[in-house]
């Protein structure tokens, strides 16, 4: 396992993250604490969730029960994996408080305590805020965070779909105010969707931000399991009632070819198309560490073969042809 540096905290983190948005929701919690358990048997160091995650209720909101069962996870491993979580979609505590989501002082406050109860753990290592809120002034969520991390509950700080000009903005805020700054962006990013490569990735490799894409198979599109005129599976994410429209929004003009294009290329190099999509954006300018995102043991192994698959100058130049840099 090569391990890279966090951004610039000097943290060693593995160069694929278990993502845990299936936990307690498609995926059961026995089995998905044996998936976890397995990931750090492999040297995988690095786990993602949010508090968000879990059994969608209440319009949408999450119960939050994926930290719990993460929480359950770590028992007794806790002090050998580098924990991530996010702040700012709602959960279903209070329903109908507009005060119970967000960025402002008070839900960052009151949502990290709760993180840290259901993670049964004295300290966050990486707490990112799960999206921009432009009514919040960033200097009030930077000074939110700044004392977490001055507290010892928060170790390091980063963000989630946000746009380049407005971490800069937080740069420049921490720094005028001598508060702690964002160390990761973690962004959607994938070979069907290279916007991320226009503005952010330039402004990470100038200032040193760990990029954390997630979604790197496109909502499952990148596994090549759905086909033109055929039938969503019920176990797919296609087909689910709370999260197949955000998965279907993968559906864009022409993907099917694209697909078509890119698993002859995978076959090729005798790797699944999952493997090559994994494998190229690891390979990819400013990627510290790939979020997966696996159902059940056999899809994490199948990820986990992507740690052998070598991307070759030929291999981009074809994949350029198919998916042009920078293509929204």
């Known amino acids: ?158 963000t989630s779909m946000f746009p380049a000009w407005q971490i800069i903005e937080g740069l420049w805020i921490s720094e005028r105010n001598h508060l702690n700054r964002f160390v990761t962006e973690q962004p959607r990013y994938n070979l069907l969707m290279r916007g991320l490569e226009r503005e952010v990735i330039p402004m990470a490799l100038e200032y040193n931000i760990a990029i954390l894409p997630y979604s790197p198979l496109a909502g499952g599109i990148l596994t090549g399991k759905y086909r033109p005129g055929e039938a969503y599976s019920e176990e797919s994410r296609m087909a ?37 999509a994994l494998a190229w954006v690891m390979q990819q300018p400013a990627i510290t560490s790939v979020i997966i995102g696996p159902r059940t043991v056999s899809q994490y192994e199948d990820n986990l073969g992507a740690l052998k698959v070598e991307i070759t100058d030929d291999d981009r130049q074809c994949i350029d042809e198919i998916v042009a840099p920078g293509q929204p």
């Open 1 to 158: 396992m090569n391990y890279k540096n966090l951004g610039r905290t000097g943290v060693m983190v593995s160069p694929l993250c278990l993502g845990t948005m299936n936990f307690g929701y498609r995926t059961p919690e026995a089995d998905a604490i044996s998936i976890i358990q397995r990931v750090l048997d492999d040297g995988i160091n690095f786990i993602d969730t949010a508090n968000f995650y879990g059994q969608p209720v209440n319009n949408g909101r999450g119960q939050g029960i994926t930290e719990t069962i993460v929480g359950k996870a770590l028992k007794g491993r806790r002090d050998r994996v580098v924990l991530a979580t996010k702040v700012c979609l709602p959960t279903a505590d209070f329903p109908e408080d507009p005060n119970a989501r967000g960025i402002s002082r008070r839900s960052i406050i009151a949502e990290c305590e709760k993180s840290l109860k259901r993670l049964d753990t004295d300290y966050i290592d990486l707490y990112q805020l799960h999206r921009p809120q432009r009514d919040i002034p960033i200097d009030e969520t930077l000074r939110a965070l700044d004392d977490l991390v001055r507290s010892g509950k928060v170790r390091y700080i980063g």
């Open 240 to 276: 689910d009632e709370a999260w197949g429209e955000w998965a279907q929004g993968f559906m864009v003009e022409n993907v099917h070819q694209k697909v078509e294009a890119l698993t002859a290329i995978a076959g090729e190099k005798n790797c699944t198309l999952s493997q090559l």
